[in-house]
């Protein structure tokens, strides 16, 4: 694995004997960081130090946003054409190292190979749809009367920053790595400090594709450079995603300076199962949404994993069980791998500990995946795909687990299932599996959640739509992609202009409001 990592770049890694280090991005050159501290990546299925994180000093960031806001002088002016050409020139990059990106993805992070490339193309959807730039950027003109226009111009805000989670770290870099830039704008990137290594590559392919040097800059570090970023005046706008605190923190903090912010962040995802739904077609896609990644999407039955059998459909659940049993659960790597270990023996522990809270508050445990060991990967932070009923008060509903657990909540009727969904406090998305029409246009009416899913259990809209999360799943007022990525990322400038035939006549001045 460390091998075929390697393999994509060593310009942004500094070598030592264990694992190496990672530079960061700054006005187009990689360069070794002189912090005095620096936090440990480790491969998730060995415990080995697989890279070296810095805590980036307060110089060099400076340094990283003077090198962005020098940049973003002929980056906003230049000709639109020439962005969607870098865009374009990205796209193909991108679309040759999906490989070598998911490699670093797997090394660093631990999710299979085959979930990893997914994790990129969801990105490089992004990337392709930004190149419509030339046709989605286009502002309106109204011809007013003989002599004046009215007419709107979409103009880039200046140095946006991105901060983004380790679970998605190729794809929500990509999120704001293409539309920031092709917007005009110049960008600061704060990967995860847990698998930096996607950004990095990201960064050189950007650099290939002909980006100029300071369009794209990548700091590393944890809270001390986000609050950096938070703080400095020349950072117009700040795109976050990840989990509650850190999204709440940033958001407090950052908007009252007048920055704009949009934060996606935690989710419980629930899904309904009618009885009238297909069946196999319905557990596949459960088991695929709640185990994939090991459950740590922020999307599928992921943050939650919380299926909710409606009436005779919860005769299925043995089934759905023997589902979970017969998935493999080994390292990123290894073929036919459906669940790689989570992200930190912390994570582990955690998720272990809320599985024995089902037990101590009364819930069942109905299939157990802690202790789980993989022969191969002795030390690796695995847990095996564990499924337990649960009521709504207890603690495994209400918090996010981020692992591979489905919690199952029976219910008698539709209603009661959106009810349970309505009452809980996230709104990323929800899932409906049926073939009543009828039923499924009235849970789209009526469940809260942003995005929803009909028959479908990882309902993430595709990039020309925006991912719309909402209740407490999400911070600000303008989401993320598609149309409203286009906004977060550009100010309107509308222009009234008179270019009248003749002068006026008369030389009496109007006070009146003109109409
Ligand atoms: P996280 O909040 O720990 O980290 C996200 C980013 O915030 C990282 O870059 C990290 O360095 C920074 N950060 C962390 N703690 C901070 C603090 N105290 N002060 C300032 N910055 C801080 O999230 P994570 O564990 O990397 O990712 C998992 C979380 O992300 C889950 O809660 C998941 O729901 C959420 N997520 C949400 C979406 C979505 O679209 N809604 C998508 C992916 C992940």
Known sequence: ??????????????????????????GGEFLDSKADKWLEVRDPSTQTVVNRVPETTEHEFNAAVDAASQAFESWSTSSILRRQRVILELQHLIR??????????????????????????????VVETA?????????????????????????PLGVCAAITPFNFPAMIVLWSAALATVTGNTLIVKPSERDPGATMIIA?????AGMPPGVINVVHGSAPTVNRICDHPKIKAISFVGGDRAGKHIYDRASPLGKRVQANLGAKNHAVIMPDANKNLTLNAIAGAAFGAAGQRCMAISLSRLAIFVGAAQQWIPDLIERAKELKVTGGFEEGADLGPVISYEAKERIEQLIDTVQQEGGRILLDGRGRVVPEYPDGNFVGPTVVEVTTD???????????????????????AIEIINANKYGNGAALFTNNGAAARHFELTAEPGQIGINVAVPVPLPMFNWSGNKGSFLGDIPFYGRTGLDFYTQRKTTT????SGDAIGNKATVAMPQ
């Open 1 to 26: 694995g460390l091998q075929a990592a390697e393999q994509v770049s060593s310009k942004w890694k500094g070598t030592t004997a264990d694992g190496g280090t990672t530079k960061n991005y700054i």
């Open 96 to 125: 040759q190292h999906i490989p070598d990106i998911a490699k670093s993805i797997v090394l660093e992070q631990g999710k299979t190979f085959a979930d990893a490339q997914g994790d990129v193309s969801r990105g490089l959807q």
């Open 131 to 155: 190149a419509a730039i030339t046709s989605t950027l286009l502002g309106d003109k109204l011809e007013v009367s003989k002599d004046m226009d009215t007419y709107s111009r979409r103009m």
């Open 204 to 208: 050189e392919l950007c650099e290939r």
């Open 394 to 416: 207890m603690s495994a509903y209400k918090n996010e687990i981020f692992g591979p657990v489905l919690c199952i909540v029976p219910a008698e009727t539709l209603d009661e």
């Open 497 to 500: 202009s008179l270019w009248p």
